[in-house]
């Protein structure tokens, strides 16, 4: 069976001990494809998902982006240094971006300016979007759509956790949407709705690690392996074997993302 995990954060402290036996147990689990998503931290810092994907590019693949509550955070230089990372051909897509309402992290202004300049960036890199999105349809689908990225580089809504209705809305854009272990809470049916009806030509699955692990892990550190508890429920609500549902979204993950060899490399530094 080939499962993928379109959407993990390992380069952080959380996997520091123990980073290639959760990587073996993803393989072993018959992962065949992680997408790790590399992120701004702090001044000078993207962390290390482009360095870690590297040594292993027939598994890992990685992005680089700003996430929504960061957006204020991140100097000029910063921004510089995302377009650079952006043009470099180790990596895959840009985010995740996008516009999280809820916690507020960065005010909204900040959030829409910094999702505005990943999605031109996107654009002009020829590379998909990994957008993070909570409590903002309105504006998300507006500047999704303003962007036109779907109908160009393409991208995925992660972790999806909207009804039908909502990604109704997102597919008609042109974008993937993919799905984490939300889908395997009991009380969250309007989101397994979504999760059944979605075309299988568009459906994602990722972990999320180390966030919001699946049942039975729920409330434990989440890593790759666990996405075949994501696929499963998946499969089950949706009638069909697992197989079919891994290879799905495996080989949706790899048309979307499939590394730009184009792309220009990145300027020294
Ligand atoms: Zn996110
Ligand atoms: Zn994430």
Not at 237 to 266: C, D, Q, S, W, Y
């Amino acid at each position: 069976m080939a499962l993928v995990d379109s959407h993990a954060h390992l380069d952080g402290p959380e996997f520091e001990s123990d980073r290639s036996a959760v990587l073996e147990r993803a393989r072993a689990a018959g992962v065949a494809r992680i997408v790790l998503i590399g992120l701004w931290r702090k001044a000078g810092d993207f962390g290390s998902a482009v360095e870690l994907a590297a040594v292993d590019p027939g598994f890992l693949w990685a992005t680089a982006g700003v996430h929504p509550h960061e957006a204020e955070h991140v100097p000029g230089e910063d921004w510089q240094r995302l377009e650079e990372l952006a043009r470099d051909a180790r990596v895959v897509g840009i985010g995740e971006t996008g516009l999280d309402y809820h916690y507020l992290h960065s005010t909204r202004e900040a959030q829409r300016a910094g999702f505005e300049r990943q999605l031109t960036l996107a654009a002009s890199v020829g590379k998909p979007v990994s957008v993070h999105l909570r409590e903002a349809e309105e504006d998300s689908v507006a500047m999704l759509r303003d962007s036109g990225v779907g109908r160009g580089p393409g991208g995925v809504i992660h972790c999806f956790s909207g009804d039908a209705r909502a990604a109704e809305r997102y597919l008609e854009l042109g974008l993937h949407l993919s799905f984490s272990g939300i889908v395997t809470f009991k009380n969250d049916t309007a989101l397994q709705e979504a999760a059944r009806v979605v075309p299988l030509d568009r459906l994602l699955i990722e972990t999320d690690a180390p966030f919001l692990a699946p049942v039975p892990h729920r409330g434990k550190r989440n890593e790759p392996a666990y996405v075949a508890f994501t696929a499963g429920k998946i499969a089950e609500m949706r009638g069909v074997p697992i197989a079919e549902v891994g290879a799905a979204a495996l080989r949706n993950t790899e048309r979307l993302f499939a590394p730009k060899l184009a792309a220009k490399p990145a300027p020294k530094s």
